[in-house]
């Protein structure tokens, strides 16, 4: 598919609008019109429902817009590539928040100070859909990629703990139990991030016990609930050693229980030989 042509069908599927589509990638309008006429040929269907108000998708269309999409994002990335070296990493907010940046910079120091990067935050799941999609280079995420066309490997571990208010009763306390536990009001973080996984693991059926009372999103704001007193949660001890340092915090273990959460890092393996991404994924493995 040309992506000349792609440019054209994307830009007025999201414009709906002939005219204004073609103001905006900056060709004639006919030139717009004979792309769109040549692809639907090509492609043997209606891919545009024309009428006086604008312009929508049929269901064709609505089936080519996401691919035309990915192969104008890898268009874009090629071009990018040839220019100067660049590298996206994908990540799940803890580790972009906590772990990337450190690595990066130790890495970035060792390479060259041209290469074009940029790290994306989003939930695990979709951080695995974008690698798979090859709308990044590398993943780091909180549970490994099961797929056949990626390579994983284990990266980082870190030790998960129990934040409380600082004035909580509990407070003082090095360790909990687990009936103590099931007292707290818990908090949870970001979605998909596998903490509950590893708590059935650690805690099996009596995981279902913990009262959990609501989810605010990320740890940040899990930290900031917390010392709010709006509940209990259980994060990475990373994460709130700044917290836990200048008071604002209280940390506990889990008695008999240690709580441990491995982190992975993934590529495609078809990319896992040659470029920035490899050289990453490699560093970050000799650098564990």
């Not at 910079?105 to 859909?129: C, D, H």
């Not at 703990?161 to 909990?176: F, G, K, M, W, Y």
């Amino acid at each position: 598919m040309n992506p000349t042509v792609l440019k054209s069908f994307v830009a007025l599927a999201e414009l709906g609008s002939f005219q204004t589509a073609a103001v905006r990638i900056g060709i004639a309008q006919p030139t717009l019109s004979q792309h769109i006429k040549k692809l639907e040929e090509d492609l043997g269907a209606p891919l545009i429902q024309r009428s006086h108000s604008g312009s929508r998708l049929t269901d064709a269309g609505l089936r080519l817009l996401p691919h035309a999409q990915q192969i104008l994002t890898s268009t874009q990335r090629a071009q990018a590539a040839v220019l100067s070296e660049s590298l996206k990493i994908g990540c799940s907010g803890n580790i972009a928040s906590y772990f990337m940046p450190d690595a990066l910079a130790s890495f970035l120091k060792q390479t060259s100070s041209q290469m074009r990067w940029e790290v994306i935050s989003a939930p695990n799941p979709r951080v695995a859909q974008m690698l798979l999609a090859e709308e990044i280079d590398i993943a780091a995420m909180e549970w490994p990629i099961s797929h056949p066309a990626v390579t994983v490997a284990p990266w980082l571990s870190d030790e998960m703990i129990v934040i409380l208010p600082s004035d909580h009763p509990l407070a003082t306390r090095e360790e909990i139990s687990f009936a103590e536990l099931k007292t707290l009001k818990m908090l949870g973080g970001e979605r998909g991030s596998g903490t509950g996984t590893l708590l059935t693991e650690a805690l099996g059926p009596q995981a279902e016990d913990v009262d959990t009372i609501g989810n605010v999103g990320s740890t940040e704001a899990v930290k900031r609930s917390v010392a709010a007193g709006l509940g209990a949660s259980i994060v990475l001890e990373t994460a709130v050693r700044g917290e836990i340092a200048s008071g604002s915090l209280a940390r506990a273990r889990l008695e008999g229980m240690p709580l441990r959460k491995q982190f992975f890092i993934a590529q495609i393996t078809s990319s896992a030989e040659t470029g920035p991404a490899a050289r990453l994924f490699k560093f970050l493995l000799e650098s564990d």
